[in-house]
């Protein structure tokens, strides 16, 4: 499947998720109270419920279909999506949640866990399904949109009483038999949209998320706050002058990779601001020469034109999101234990 990167995730100044930031801002313990930490539990479920989701659309989706993820699109009001998939003959919005225990539906009423809740995602899954409808009608009428609520966590047991026919709505363990309904349909179905046309139109309608994640200040991160960190288990890395750091997970991790890795974790945490080489080698605890962080900088990152000292663009997103900016020499290993 072709994953969509729309004119947002493109620009520089895009700001991370507030699961990407607040990963990071718990990881380095700007993060601590307990109700803070709770409330990221929360965030970090529908994140990974997304992420699984995906996952399964892109093992058991067709290789023509087009996607994109987390999104917010303005019809005459802002709305979220968070995974639209373009078929051949039809234009899908997932909306999906990762909960945990009894989910019931009565009488318009959303009880979790035997507790009524006023939050209610099929109303939110069919109003971003009306807005979608009306900004693809001006594009054409012919094009069906069909909104769909995933409930995708695995002890979420759901309860639907009242007859709901505006959405479809299913469980993990249907999300495969799903998938295969919409190639049977794709098959029956005459219509063929232009994807490539369509995803470029609704690019028009995308918007900045509405929800700022605020950001910290350098002067927030603190030494207690620095160091460098492996990637895999999140423990501290003890600096060598190898090519490779190593950690006693087994994990080595090229060392240029290591201080963009940092530095664009420190990008996430103060996005919508710039650094300076200073900064980087500061977050990265000190230990590598300040030259050779300066070397790596300026080999990934694009200079800011007209500032008075040397400047580097932050691109306000975790590495794993720009695997197509940056380029490496070499990849990381793990290290194999006998
Ligand atoms: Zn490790």
New binding site residues.
Partial sequence: MKKIITSFSRNTASQPTEYEFQKIAIHRKLITSQNELNQFKRIEAGALGEIQFAQVMNDFGLPQWSYLQNIWLKDHATFECDYILVTNHCVYIFEIKNYFGVFEYQNGQCKSRGVDISYNPLNQIHNATVHLKNLLRNYSYNIPVKGVLVFIGEHNKVLIHDDINYIDIISSNEVYAYIQCIIHEERMRQVSINTDYLLKYLEEFEVVNPYTVTPYSPSDITKQHTGLY?K??A?KLRVTRNLYIE???G?QEYREHLIVRTACDYGVLTHGTNFVVRDIWHFAGSSPSHDYVKKVLLKHFNIVQNERILTLENYGQPLYNLTNHFSFEKPNRMLITP
Avoid: I, L, V
Wanted: proline residues 0%.
């Fill in positions: 492996c895999m288990c423990e950690c006693s997970c994990f």
